[in-house]
């Protein structure tokens, strides 16, 4: 809204699209749909299924089209930088997947995103202004104010009139392109991330009912339909949220891709076998032994609930609440003392297939039949429902009001959920990539669960330098970005993780201490072997992660030259005398060496030789 009043034309089409809201798009009035709604004469020989939108092919040029950026280790930013195999990267992702296209084509096993949902509200970098040029392009992505921060601002370009015009801005839902610009930034982004992913790997996006049907297609056309495994309701917050869309809003939803099913496969949860086995099964469903129906405590006394004290009337399992020939009189009695029943008559009439009759000895019980909530009910093989107390968004926000103590990120997940994920879609030895990563969610999850089952999982995480709103409390204590916040959150949980595996191994030790007290028997020498690797692997958690920045090419890139301009070309080969940038540092173009050779980033690299760096070798 700009407060302007509509020009007669406006008022005009305002007019149509009241009464023929189907002949528009995005806003704009669609003369072929028009035609189609009016019984005109159209052409429809072109017609097929296909998702289409503004700005599609333009958005293949910019997917298409090479980076001459490089990543560059900040060692003093990270932790254990020698010894950790977890990267995070300070960067705009789309040129950071292009860098690591190379060094990571076809070697992750999951991807996790969690991207800007499209609300209106939120802001994201889209690569549509597909006429500027390639080194505008560049600076528009890479610009950064005198501390070397990114500038929002500098990311913001006039108005071009061409298919969409922002760089980085918010994409209001009144903005002509609405969905083309999201479609713009979600495309490319997800391709390049499919060349990353192994054959059998998996992807689980997070989204909201905002782009849920535009994501799906937009998957369905870039993984293949066939691979589509699910489009998992996620629930939140089960008692509702606001009601942006007319309902209380309770979930979102994650969909599921595989690389290529015939050779991807999605776990199964580690289940405690006994919790599965307390559940029965009758002609209602399932059902497990759930409260007694006899009240007790202090407001329970039959003078206090008078309606709740009658006989029930039982026979083997089956009840009356009339007397009955063959059948026995109980009474809610307990220890002599006359108390009452939970459920009144009328509710023991509703509710009789949910009664359990019970008899120990010459005591009759009667219990409730606890039938499954969403989720309840154990099961190794995930639902399509995806539903834990533990997943609810409240719980990512305090998760994180935990670490810092103050409420530094909007709506991070929560640790559970993206634990769960990774749970069914890696194996412990895994590589996990989340290039949306925000507060650091997935890199937490992936260190958690490791601690809990032993694994060896490592993450790469990519995060832009996004500025944090000047008059947030994170900027105000300090966090300039939220690359800042996510960093600085994988350093504490870090931390936390580490004492939390000292406690367990003080655990783990004691108990090897009292078996070796006790007698050998072959029994408890294979128990403390088991103890004894399982302190080993949680010794050998790697909590530490690697920080690299994207950055400018450490070498000198040959320009274009338009028309036969003498002077330039001279000037240019005088540039190329040495091809290396001033800026570079031989540890640089190491890194750029080892991702334009596509070798690993945890390659080792060791120096040796004299001066400062002398030089290095690498080592896969
Ligand atoms: C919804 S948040 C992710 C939250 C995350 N799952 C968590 O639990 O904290 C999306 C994040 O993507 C980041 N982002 C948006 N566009 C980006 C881009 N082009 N490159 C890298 N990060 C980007 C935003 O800064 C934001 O922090």
Known sequence: MDGMSLTPEQEKLNALRNILPEAFCEGKIDWEKLKATLGGDINFSNERYVLNWAGKSDAFKILQTPTYKTLI??????????????????????????????????????????????????????PDMFSESKADYEKRVGDKDEEGYMTKSSLKSPSLGGVSQAGWSKNSKENGQYHSNWLNMMMPRLYLAKNLLRQDGVIFVSFDDNEVHNLRLLMNEIFGEENFLGCLPTIMNLKGNNDQFGFSGTHEYTLVFLKDYNLGRIGEFKLDEIEIEKWEEDEYGLYKQGANLKSTGVNAPREKRPNLYFPIYVNGNVFSLENKDGFEEIFPTTNKQEMSWRWSKTKFQKEFFNVIISKNGNEYSIYKKQRPEINDLPSKKPKSIFYKPSYSSGNGTQELKNIFNERYFSNPKPINLVKDFIEIGTHPNDLILDFFSGSGTTAHSVMELNKEDGGNRKYICVQLPELCEEKSEAFKAGYKTIAEISKERIRRAGKKINDEIRLIIDDLRMKIKKLQSELPTEENQSEITSLQSQINNLQSQDLGFKVLKLEDSNFKQWQQIEGNDAQALAEQMKLFVDPVSESATIENMVYELLLKSGKDLNSKIFPSGGGEFGYLLLCD
Do not use: C, H, R
């Open 73 to 126: 280790p900040a060692k003093d930013e990270s932790v254990n930088f020698d010894e950790t195999n977890n990267i995070f990267i300070e960067g705009e992702n789309l040129e950071v997947l292009k860098v690591l296209q190379k060094s990571y084509f076809g070697k992750v096993k999951m991807i996790y995103i969690d991207p800007p949902y499209n609300t209106g509200n939120d802001s994201f970098i889209y």
